[in-house]
C-alpha cells in the first residue's frame, strides 16, 4: 500500500517522509476542495485514542486514525492539510483520484481486514528498522 500525508514533522511521519513545511501550498486550489472531499470518505482501517492537532496553529483537529482507498493510505488530518494548507499530495495519488472522477471506493470487509494486515506488517518492519 502506498502511503501520503506522513510528514517527518509529525508524530506519525518518519524521519524520511516529506516535510509538511516544504509541501505547503503545493497543491492547486482547483484541487483541493475535490481532494479534502475524497480523502475524507477513505476507509478507516487503523484507529487509535487522541487527537491530531495542526502542526501550523496548534488546533485540535480530529480523532486519530489511518484511511484508504484500497491503494493508497493516509492519516486523517490529511483532508484538513490540503484543505486549509494546500499540501501537496503524490502526483500518482491525484491522478487516481482524477480517474475515479474524485469518488473514493468504498471497501468490503475483507479488503479492510486485508489492508489491515499489510498495513500492521509495515507497522512491524519499520519498528524493528527504527531500533536498528
Request: aromatic share 10%.
Amino acid at each position: 500500500m502506498r502511503r501520503a500525508g506522513f510528514f517527518r514533522e509529525l508524530p506519525h511521519g518518519l524521519p524520511e517522509d516529506p516535510s509538511l513545511v516544504e509541501s505547503r501550498g503545493g497543491l492547486p486550489e482547483e484541487d483541493r476542495e475535490r481532494a479534502a472531499a475524497y480523502l475524507r470518505k477513505g476507509a478507516v482501517f487503523s484507529a487509535s485514542g487522541g487527537m491530531f492537532k495542526d502542526w501550523f496553529t496548534g488546533e485540535q483537529v480530529i480523532a486519530h486514525h489511518t484511511q484508504t482507498d484500497g491503494v493508497w493510505m493516509w492519516p486523517a488530518d490529511l483532508p484538513h492539510y490540503v484543505e486549509r494548507h494546500a499540501t501537496a499530495l503524490p502526483e500518482e495519488l491525484l491522478q487516481r483520484m482524477r480517474d475515479l472522477e474524485w469518488k473514493c471506493p468504498v471497501l468490503t470487509r475483507q479488503e479492510l481486514i486485508a489492508l489491515s494486515e499489510e498495513f500492521f506488517e509495515f507497522m512491524r518492519k519499520n519498528k524493528k528498522k527504527n531500533k536498528g
